[in-house]
């Protein structure tokens, strides 16, 4: 059963641009926050960016902060990720999440309860 599907990923060199979508039935009238996460090779997963659905206030980690937008387009249940100048260490398979809780702010994985496959973005130097 897929809840959500990213779409947008890809290839670029450093200092590139990439916007990632997410969409699904994962997404829904009860979601607080949507979010996007991230996992490098052999690294943890963390948080990128998240967005609480209600009123739209936006929260970033610190390391893309200025970089990239979350924003969300409630009528087509999408969330994009636009991710501008773009470094090697942003490399990952990103991950699209909902949440039902709330707390958007902190970015904690396990309040996700829905979570698309991931989409794969590279960044070359």
């Known amino acids: 059963q897929v809840q959500l599907v990213e779409s947008g990923g890809g290839s670029v060199q450093a200092g590139g641009s990439l916007r990632l979508s997410c969409t699904g039935s994962g997404f829904t009238h009860s979601t607080v926050c949507m979010a996007w996460f991230r996992q490098g090779l052999g690294k943890e997963r963390e948080g990128v960016a998240s967005i609480g659905t209600a009123v739209g206030n936006t929260y970033y980690a610190d390391s893309v902060k200025g970089r990239f937008t979350i924003s969300q387009d409630k009528a087509r249940k999408t969330v994009y990720l636009q991710m501008n100048s773009l470094k090697p260490e942003d490399a990952a398979m990103y991950y699209c999440?909902?949440?039902?809780?709330?707390?958007?702010?902190?970015?904690?994985?396990?309040?996700?309860?829905?979570w698309g496959q991931g989409t794969q973005v590279t960044v070359s130097s």
């Open positions: 999440a909902a949440s039902d809780i709330g707390g958007c702010l902190y970015l904690r994985e396990n309040d996700y309860k829905k």
